[in-house]
């Protein structure tokens, strides 16, 4: 059964950094693409950031570029989003996902190209 758990969201005061991990099992995933999307409350989940099978290239969402940098370690099948200096409007829950391919460089922000979801960790970020 594959798996992808998310760890290290929490309580953080605007300023302060962040790293979120998230572990997948049930497979080898450094042959899938990974990435992290997020959700505020009351809006729809959004593209955050993500890697290629490599880790080579990495892309980000709009609200992500500039704070917030996306890694792999494929010998741990674990993957992780730094995310630095932290604001309010950061505040989420934050969900990783995995996808066998993304044919398009423009897709890799679409919800519908990745195949297994984690169930989140939440970040809420205080003034």
Request: hydrophobic residues 35%; glycine residues 10%.
């Amino acid at each position: 059964q594959v798996q992808l758990v998310e760890s290290g969201g929490g309580l953080v005061q605007a300023g302060d950094s962040l790293r979120l991990s998230c572990a997948g099992s049930g497979r080898d995933f450094s042959s899938l693409v990974m990435a992290w999307f997020r959700q505020a409350p009351g809006k729809d989940r959004e593209f955050v950031a993500a890697i290629t099978k490599n880790g080579r290239s990495t892309y980000y969402g709009d609200s992500a570029k500039g704070r917030f940098i996306v890694s792999r370690d494929n010998a741990k099948n674990t993957w992780f989003l730094q995310i630095d200096s932290l604001k309010p409007e950061d505040t989420a829950v934050y969900y990783c996902a995995a996808a066998v391919t993304v044919y398009y460089e423009a897709y890799y922000g679409r919800l519908d190209e990745y195949d297994y979801w984690g169930r989140g960790t939440r970040v809420t970020v205080s003034s």
